[in-house]
T-cell receptor
């Protein structure tokens, strides 16, 4: 099992450009999450999907959109990138909600110039 | 607002000694807590969790203690090894979502 995979691993964007971060899990988990991690800080929840077909805002959703494509895949889209979105983005999945271990991907390091 | 936080941002420990990492939380309604380890350049990895109806839980070389009276959580690592060098995060379940603290960087001295 690959666990949680993310693509790309690194990305540099110019201000105003758009891009989609991809995430997939092969553990048949119901819940999936997108976090961002800024230097010296903990993870902050951007959006989550408690189950296939549902998505909800987290702590810092502004400037982002998500799509739960199917049970395996959960994508994060930046429509018009800003320097404040420079961060490391982590996708995670769990069997059922926040009451249990979340498995994290390796992260995408995004720089917006 | 309510938040999860760690008492100290850094901890230096001698190899072979025990480590204690502390975490304070403010949401008295939180019913689940979890510790993660993050090595440089990697995603967080689960260490151990505890539900609010417990005071203590042990794993392999790790123990989590929960004191609900003072809203305090700690992670104890026995016989700390070089591979334990990492950033450690506590997180609490709030409204069906995990809220993470800022993390403690543990450095193991040889």
């Amino acid at each position: 099992n690959a666990g949680v995979t993310q693509t790309p691993k690194f990305q540099v964007l110019k201000t105003g450009q758009s891009m989609t971060l991809q995430c997939a899990q092969d553990m048949n988990h119901n819940s999936m999450y997108w976090y961002r991690q800024d230097p010296g800080m903990g993870l902050r929840l951007i959006y989550y999907s408690a189950s296939e077909g549902t998505t909800d805002k987290g702590e810092v959703p502004n400037g982002y959109n998500v799509s739960r494509l199917n049970k395996r895949e959960f994508s994060l889209r930046l429509e018009s990138a800003a320097p404040s979105q420079t961060s490391v983005y982590f996708c995670a999945s769990s069997e059922q909600g926040a009451m249990g271990e979340q498995f994290f991907g390796p992260g995408t390091r995004l720089t917006v110039l | 607002g309510e938040s999860v936080g760690l008492h100290l941002p850094t901890l230096s420990v001698q190899e072979g000694d025990n480590s204690i990492i502390n975490c304070a939380y403010s949401n008295s309604a939180s019913d689940y807590f979890i510790w993660y380890k993050q090595e440089s350049g990697k995603g967080p990895q689960f260490i151990i969790d505890i539900r609010s109806n417990m005071d203590k839980r042990q794993g392999q070389r790790v123990t989590v203690l929960l004191n609900k009276t003072v809203k305090h959580l700690s992670l104890q690592i026995a016989a700390t090894q070089p591979g334990d060098s990492a950033v450690y995060f506590c997180a609490e379940n709030t409204d069906y979502k995990l809220s993470f603290g800022a993390g403690t960087t543990v450095t193991v001295r040889a």
